[in-house]
């Protein structure tokens, strides 16, 4: 048995651990496979015989990927990151993924992942590996080049914008789809008034269009602004179907060709919506390969 055939066995049993954290990390499924890819051949070129804990060591190495990617991406990304919006793990309302159940642990929402393409990315690094997967900051302090101290305070700077800048649902995903089906409702019966006793006053939504739909790449606050929105888009879509998008409840909407038109993600409080994240660029909607589940349609 050769070395190659030796480390598939550990390694794979580390892929959902690592595509997690690179997700985390990257806000990207794409990226976050090559991340592990480049994992597996640094581990194929590597002597790891000195190796005690070979999936600290695999996490190490997919974090240094990582962050090289971000400081790369950082050099020449050109949008606005206050509507970039990150991959959504997108999955019918009662079936997860077994693929996705690593990435979906915690319910990473969207929300909390626009906030973190936002830190510098040494900051993202420390935040990620300690708060989300318990990593001591004397091993983060090697991969950032830093002291553990500064790597403490790198993710405590992160910390504090996080927690400023992201709500949560506070109510289980029964009621969430309830609000949002009252949502979905009112949208497609043109009915305002309604759309309005669900959306909280200062609701706000984040769509991302792409490239391809530069038009429908916006912010929009207040709940006039939103249902008008709203009302506007409703009339492009043929269908809705229900999904769980980053483990909140979120809606598919159909394009008449059977194309997806937009993955939505909701944050409910109080029983209103406060946050909609949006993804409507056509050319990343496809890579998700999405697909229309007559039983999940929403009336």
Excluded at 62 to 85: G, I, Q, W
Excluded at 115 to 140: N, Q, T, Y
Excluded at 212 to 225: K, N, Q, S
């Amino acid at each position: 048995m050769d070395k190659s055939e030796l480390l598939t066995k550990p390694f794979e049993e580390s892929r959902a651990h690592l595509r997690a954290v690179a997700y985390r990390m990257l806000g990207s499924l794409s990226e976050a496979d090559d991340a592990v890819q480049e994992a597996w051949l640094r581990l194929s070129r590597s002597d790891i015989s000195s190796v005690q804990n070979l999936g600290g060591w695999l996490t190490t190495v997919v974090a240094r990927v990582c962050l090289d990617m971000l400081r790369s991406r950082k050099s020449r990304r050109e949008e606005s990151l206050d509507t970039h919006m990150p991959d959504p793990i997108v999955t019918r309302a009662n079936q997860i993924d077994p693929e996705h159940e690593a990435i979906m642990a915690d319910s990473v929402a969207l929300a909390l992942l626009v906030v973190l393409e936002a830190l510098e990315p040494a900051e993202r690094l420390a935040f990620v590996l300690h708060d989300m997967f318990d990593l001591p900051f004397d091993e983060i302090a090697p991969i950032v080049g830093r002291t553990p101290t500064a790597a403490r305070q790198l993710a405590s700077r992160a910390r504090r914008r996080v927690q400023g800048a992201t709500s949560a649902p506070d109510c289980g995903i029964s009621r969430q789809r309830e609000v949002v089906n009252a949502f979905v409702a009112a949208s497609s019966s043109g009915n305002i008034n309604a759309l309005l006793a669900v959306l909280d006053p200062d609701v706000v939504v984040r769509a991302d269009g792409g490239t391809a739909a530069p038009g429908l790449t916006r912010i929009v606050r207040g709940a006039r602004a939103v249902a008008e929105r709203a009302l506007i888009a409703s009339r492009l879509a043929v269908g809705v179907q229900a999904v769980l998008v980053n483990g909140v409840a979120g809606i598919v909407s159909w394009l008449p060709d059977g194309r997806p038109f937009s993955v939505m993600g909701f944050i409910v409080r109080g029983g209103k919506v406060v946050e909609i994240d949006v993804l409507t660029d056509p050319e990343r909607l496809k890579q998700l390969n999405l697909a229309a589940s007559n039983d999940q349609q929403i009336s």
